[in-house]
């Protein structure tokens, strides 16, 4: 899923990781590195690339095989769960939010140094109303909005300037100090690389969890995923491109940095800790001039606002791929009906990260944290990308990570080991992430998690390989007593299982009597027979291969209850006749409530076969606690069946126009949630509720009814739904869950 519009070719995907990896961070780090482990930090930065690379390949292989937007979030979705993927995408949304505020607020202190030297403030000091908290903020929300509205114009508006303008600022810095170190003796160079490893490996180690963040930004080519053209040859390629194209500027640039950069007298550990933020710019100064600290300050300008524009763009694509799966507020989902981008996500992503801007001072905490849950989200990538290639991968070919499983192993170790090491030496950082966590659970548990799980029922019953990847294997149990109605149970046992995943097992109990008489056994084996038989001739007509089980059993309701248990059914699937009547439906109760799995209970009459439905009627009622399981039926039906859907909702005579509008706005909900583009809704008011949907399911194929659970003074089956399923035109299936 994405804006609809794949336009990013490779230059564009290219620039896309570009704009987020060679950022303000490394201008900011670089000198945070050297102070914790002197010259070894060209060493952290190399070892970091490395990670990267590992982590590349996983990515590249997820979003190849699912080349939609939204990244970890989206790869989470297919192979986790739904819970878990919504954990990871809102704090990854939340860490791309924190990014753009940082280069927001990084870009305004560059461009206010900038203001600070304007040849107009030659003859006095710049005014005091250049270092007012209140110019930074105005400069970072004008250069946040700016980048939105470009943003909303064009999918990939913005950043393409920024981008290439600090690469070849890049290019001239190196360039420079390539020129500046051939000039240097030999033992100078060398001299200024003593010690190697001033405070050991623990720097070492210090300066890579600090600096981790400088080389994230590739990943951001998956988050666009969506709108990549020809992904599965692009997306690899422009990873690869902007990884590379960032270690070959940060390495050159921090060996120049760390050799003709110092001036006599210091190391560059005097010079990082007197001046960590600044340090590059002075370094550059030393040996280019002014010239090269204001190309510094000019590039660090560039980076901030190319970084700022990829993180408000992945941002919003992760939004939006989480409003499309109900994950976040579906009204985030929407596109613009004429330029496809995802307006709404965009609005509350720059709303979300102007609130952070101006209600947090200071966000180096936050800054972390988005460290830290980028290492998480990086790991579980490397989690799902083994699990994926277990399960069988994706069914398009793609990208293949080499050596596998040692890439993803080792990769998923490291960024795991780096992401606790975060949170030893900078506790707040995981202080930030678990509050983040715990809010997002709230929210999703409290508002969003009914509409997210019914979307995923449905489109899990429509897409096998989703079952698949998830590492599932369901089981529908189908008892069949009635020859004649195995036709149908048949049917529907096949629209219930999922393709070339699940299993269907047809299970014939014989009545065990308490004694067998001479000549009773060959009756026995003749009616078992019967009933296998014409279970298997409509599971061949279907293209099933189902499982078939002959038992038998003096109670062949408890039977069916073991056997369910023992098999860890999934689904239970039986048959009823409608005509029947509700205390002789009392046995059904037991079983429903020994059994933990979906039960659907189909009454049809007898010949009645799936391929006859067209139109459905679902009446709506209640708390909505079949919700899942109605979505779980309509997905696996529509996959097989061109179908009209009605959802039913009757109201008292006595309601008022708002309390109709109200139920259409709820009904249509439900439609999109449960059929989109196959649902319609209706609202009869009406005194009768029974005799309003008992004349409205004769005009039906299928109707479709919740049971509810045995308790005291209720019953499973009531006489409304048995009426409804005797006066339905078709076929009538009740649903619940048992136990």
């Given at each position: 899923?994405?804006?609809?519009?794949?336009?990013?070719?490779?230059?564009?995907?290219?620039?896309?990781?570009?704009?987020?990896?060679?950022?303000?961070?490394?201008?900011?780090?670089?000198?945070?590195?050297?102070?914790?482990?002197?010259?070894?930090?060209?060493?952290?930065?190399?070892?970091?690339?490395?990670?990267?690379?590992?982590?590349?390949?996983?990515?590249?292989?997820?979003?190849?095989?699912?080349?939609?937007?939204?990244?970890?979030?989206?790869?989470?979705?297919?192979?986790?769960?739904?819970?878990?993927?919504?954990?990871?995408?809102?704090?990854?949304?939340?860490?791309?939010?924190?990014?753009?505020?940082?280069?927001?607020?990084?870009?305004?202190?560059?461009?206010?140094?900038?203001?600070?030297?304007?040849?107009?403030?030659?003859?006095?000091?710049?005014?005091?109303?250049?270092?007012?908290?209140?110019?930074?903020l105005g400069l970072a929300t004008l250069a946040t909005c700016g980048y939105a509205f470009a943003l909303i114009r064009k999918s990939a508006g913005g950043g393409a300037v920024e981008t290439w303008g600090k690469v070849l600022v890049f290019i001239v810095l190196v360039i420079a100090g390539l020129v500046a170190l051939a000039r240097t003796p030999t033992q100078e160079v060398v001299a200024s690389l003593q010690p190697p490893l001033p405070s050991g490996v623990s720097g070492l180690l210090m300066a890579m969890g600090f600096t981790f963040i400088a080389v994230q930004g590739f990943d951001l080519i998956a988050t666009v995923g969506g709108e990549v053209k020809d992904p599965r040859r692009t997306i690899p390629r422009a990873m690869m491109i902007s990884l590379g194209v960032a270690m070959a500027v940060y390495l050159p640039l921090l060996f120049i940095v760390a050799t003709v950069g110092v001036p006599a007298g210091e190391s560059i550990e005097s010079l990082s800790r007197a001046h960590p933020e600044t340090m590059i710019a002075l370094a550059a100064k030393n040996y280019m001039g002014p010239t090269g600290y204001w190309l510094v300050v000019i590039s660090a300008i560039f980076a901030t606002l190319s970084a700022l524009h990829a993180c408000l763009m992945a941002a919003s694509r992760i939004a939006l791929a989480m409003a499309q799966d109900r994950t976040l507020p579906y009204q985030l989902g929407k596109l613009h009906p004429e330029r496809g981008t995802p307006t709404a996500s965009l609005y509350a992503t720059t709303g979300a990260a102007l609130v952070m801007l101006f209600a947090v001072p200071d966000v180096s905490s936050a800054g972390a944290a988005a460290s830290l849950i980028f290492l998480v989200s990086f790991a579980i990538a490397h989690v799902t990308a083994i699990l994926a290639r277990r399960r069988g991968g994706s069914s398009e070919p793609g990208f293949r990570t080499p050596l596998f499983p040692l890439v993803p192993v080792v990769g998923g170790l490291a960024c795991t080991a780096l992401a606790l090491f975060q949170v030893i030496v900078v506790p707040a950082a995981g202080i930030v992430t678990v509050a983040g966590l715990g809010v997002g659970a709230l929210l999703y548990f409290t508002q969003l998690s009914t509409r997210a799980e019914v979307v995923d029922a449905r489109i899990e019953?429509?897409?096998?390989?989703?079952?698949?990847?998830?590492?599932?294997?369901?089981?529908?149990?189908?008892?069949?007593?009635?020859?004649?109605?195995?036709?149908?149970?048949?049917?529907?046992?096949?629209?219930?299982?999922?393709?070339?995943?699940?299993?269907?097992?047809?299970?014939?109990?014989?009545?065990?009597?308490?004694?067998?008489?001479?000549?009773?056994?060959?009756?026995?084996?003749?009616?078992?027979?019967?009933?296998?038989?014409?279970?298997?001739?409509?599971?061949?007509?279907?293209?099933?291969?189902?499982?078939?089980?002959?038992?038998?059993?003096?109670?062949?309701?408890?039977?069916?209850?073991?056997?369910?248990?023992?098999?860890r059914c999934e689904s239970l699937l039986l048959g009823l006749n409608p005509r029947t009547t509700t205390e002789n439906l009392k046995p059904f109760?037991?079983?429903?409530?020994a059994v933990d799995c979906d039960v659907s209970v189909l009454a049809a009459p007898p010949g009645w076969r799936l391929d006859s439905v067209h139109s459905v009627l679902v009446p709506i009622g209640g708390r909505g606690e079949h919700d899942k399981l109605r979505a779980r039926l309509l997905g696996s039906l529509s996959r097989l069946l061109d179908l009209k859907i009605t959802f039913l909702r009757i109201l008292p005579t006595e309601a008022d126009s708002d309390d109709v509008t109200q139920a259409e706005r709820e009904l249509k909900y439900l439609a999109d949630d449960k059929a989109p583009g196959i649902g319609s809704c209706e609202v009869i008011l009406s005194d009768d509720v029974t005799t309003s949907i008992e004349e409205r399911a004769r005009d039906s194929d299928l109707l479709i009814l919740g049971l509810q659970r045995p308790a005291r003074r209720r019953r499973l089956f009531s006489s409304v739904s048995l009426r409804l399923a005797q006066a339905s035109g078709g076929a009538t299936i009740m649903i619940g869950r048992g136990g």
């Open positions: 899923m994405g804006t609809g519009q794949r336009n990013l070719g490779l230059i564009g995907a290219s620039r896309v990781g570009i704009g987020a990896i060679v950022g303000g961070g490394i201008f900011v780090l670089a000198g945070v590195a050297f102070s914790a482990a002197g010259p070894a930090a060209i060493g952290a930065f190399a070892l970091n690339g490395l990670i990267a690379t590992l982590t590349l390949l996983s990515f590249a292989e997820m979003a190849t095989a699912f080349p939609e937007s939204g990244g970890a979030y989206t790869f989470g979705k297919r192979v986790l769960s739904i819970r878990l993927a919504f954990a990871i995408g809102w704090i990854l949304w939340l860490a791309y939010i924190v990014g753009a505020v940082l280069y927001a607020l990084g870009f305004a202190s560059y461009a206010v140094l900038l203001l600070k030297t304007l040849p107009i403030w030659a003859a006095d000091a710049p005014p005091a109303w250049l270092s007012h908290r209140a110019l930074s019953a429509r897409d096998p390989d989703l079952v698949r990847l998830r590492g599932r294997n369901p089981l529908v149990l189908v008892p069949v007593v009635n020859p004649a109605n195995a036709p149908g149970l048949v049917g529907m046992a096949n629209a219930l299982v999922v393709p070339n995943v699940g299993r269907v097992l047809i299970l014939s109990v014989v009545d065990r009597p308490a004694e067998v008489k001479q000549g009773d056994q060959e009756a026995v084996a003749q009616a078992a027979s019967a009933v296998v038989g014409q279970a298997l001739s409509s599971s061949i007509a279907s293209g099933m291969m189902p499982e078939f089980l002959l038992t038998m059993a003096s109670d062949p309701l408890d039977e069916i209850g073991r056997v369910a248990a023992s098999h109760e037991r079983l429903f409530s």
